[in-house]
């Protein structure tokens, strides 16, 4: 058993290393060669396919890196799986997309719009997931 002044002296000296080692990995996820964020990469494209995204509630049904509704499918690595085209299509088609008995909006997006999504997604398709291939939705198919 400990006495007063020692456990005192190994509450601080814990609690002083925990700092220290806290401000360490701070300052090294800061380092810019550990940067995964992909920001340089950032285009008005990019920023117009983001406010696109949540002007119409995307989230609310889709998901992108594992967060957002699982109504839909996942959207990280959709450029990949589908193509520029595919995307393209779904955004501008005049009727409702309904995949799997899945029914999506019928945005009616001009071609400008489209392919600021498409950009959107591009740039989210090249974040360092920092190991994970892809994050799949549990309504996900192999296929989707």
């Known amino acids: 058993m400990l006495s007063k002044s020692q456990a005192r002296a190994f509450f601080l000296g814990g609690t002083l290393v925990t700092f220290l080692i806290f401000i360490g990995l701070t ?28 002007t119409n509630n995307c989230m609310g049904c889709h998901t992108i890196m594992g967060e957002g509704g699982y109504y839909a499918p996942e959207l990280t690595k959709v450029v990949d799986r589908r193509g520029e085209g595919y995307i393209k ?17 019928a945005y009616h997006m001009n071609e400008a719009d489209a392919n600021a999504m498409v950009a959107y997604f591009q740039w989210i398709g090249k ?5 994970f291939d892809r994050i799949v939705s549990p309504l996900a198919k192999e296929n989707n």
């Open 27 to 54: 300052i090294y996820s800061f380092m810019p060669r550990n940067d995964q964020t992909n920001y340089s990469k950032i285009t008005k494209d990019v920023v117009r396919g983001k406010e696109i995204w949540e």
């Open 89 to 105: 299509a779904v955004l501008m088609s005049p009727i409702p997309w309904a995949p799997n008995g899945r029914k999506m909006v």
């Open 127 to 131: 974040l360092d997931l920092n190991g």
